[in-house]
């Protein structure tokens, strides 16, 4: 029986279908980011590991108490080994492959709150003859 003064241990991901996909999305986020952002640069190690680390803590609410560190370190398990001199936009290709891998698509990323129309036009009003 859960009691108010228990301790409050981690959540972590697992290794459910849906863990596993949400390991796609940090990928494929991060995939997204590198080809965005200078893509004919070299990846270095560095920026691949703050850019899935900081792709995981977006998708998790903005939160280093849920589970954004574990999800990092297993999107970083499940990315493609980094070949030498690599450029950013090739090594984004390899990390859509590795999300995809875990079940993510691209009809994944569509937008969750629809998008609102632009704003509406009064009709013109008809000339009144008399």
């Known amino acids: 029986m859960h009691n108010s003064t228990d301790q409050v241990t981690r959540e972590t991901p697992d290794q459910t279908e849906e863990a596993v996909k949400m390991t796609g999305r940090v990928l494929a986020a991060a995939a997204g980011h590198f080809t965005q952002t200078d893509p004919?640069?070299?990846?270095?190690?560095?920026?691949?590991?703050?850019?899935?680390?900081?792709?995981?803590?977006?998708?998790?609410?903005?939160?280093?108490?849920g589970i954004g560190p574990a999800l990092s370190r297993a999107a970083l398990s499940m990315a493609p080994g980094r070949p030498a001199g690599i450029t950013r936009g090739e090594y984004a290709l390899l990390l859509?492959?590795?999300?995809?891998?875990?079940?993510?698509?691209?009809?994944?990323?569509?937008?969750?709150?629809?998008?609102?129309?632009?704003?509406?036009?009064?009709?013109?009003?008809?000339?009144?003859?008399?």
């Open 40 to 65: 004919t640069h070299a990846l270095t190690e560095d920026s691949l590991l703050v850019c899935v680390g900081l792709k995981a803590y977006d998708l998790t609410g903005r939160s280093l108490s």
């Open 96 to 130: 859509r492959k590795a999300a995809a891998a875990c079940g993510w698509s691209s009809e994944d990323n569509e937008p969750a709150i629809p998008r609102i129309p632009g704003q509406r036009q009064e009709p013109q009003a008809q000339g009144v003859s008399g």
